[in-house]
């Protein structure tokens, strides 16, 4: 069985950073596309950067402006978010998403248990 497991979220003051990681454990895949979403109290998920291995390509949600970096070791099936400049309307819980196949923003087979982050204003 595989799981994704997120580490690295907490609390930060607005304008600070935090690094979140994603971890696959379990048998051994080849994931295609590792990427992030959030979802706030009261709001739907949302996608927020994915990363398809072949020609690390590399998307982002229009919000994100330049904030985040999203990155992949392929060696170790992580994937990191080094979110930067942290707003009180980035709070949310962070979800890992993975799938063997090239997706963007919707369609990821696989799902971690997701990391809190809350900014403070």
């Known amino acids: 069985q595989v799981q994704l497991v997120e580490s690295g979220g907490g609390l930060v003051q607005a304008g600070g950073s935090l690094r979140l990681s994603c971890a696959t454990s379990?048998?051994?895949?080849?994931?295609?596309?590792m990427g992030w979403f959030r979802q706030a109290p009261g709001k739907e998920r949302e996608f927020v950067a994915t990363?398809?291995?072949?020609?690390?390509?590399?998307h982002y949600a229009d919000f994100v402006e330049g904030r985040f970096t999203a990155s992949r070791d392929n060696d170790k099936n992580t994937v990191h978010l080094q979110m930067n400049s942290l707003r009180h309307e980035d709070t949310a819980v962070y979800y890992c998403?993975?799938?063997?196949?090239?997706?963007?923003?919707?369609?990821?087979?696989?799902w971690g248990q997701g990391t809190q982050v809350t900014v403070s204003s």
């Open positions: 998403a993975a799938s063997p196949g090239a997706r963007y923003d919707h369609g990821y087979e696989f």
């Open positions: 379990g048998r051994t895949v080849l994931w295609e596309t």
């Open positions: 990363v398809i291995r072949r020609g690390n390509i590399i």
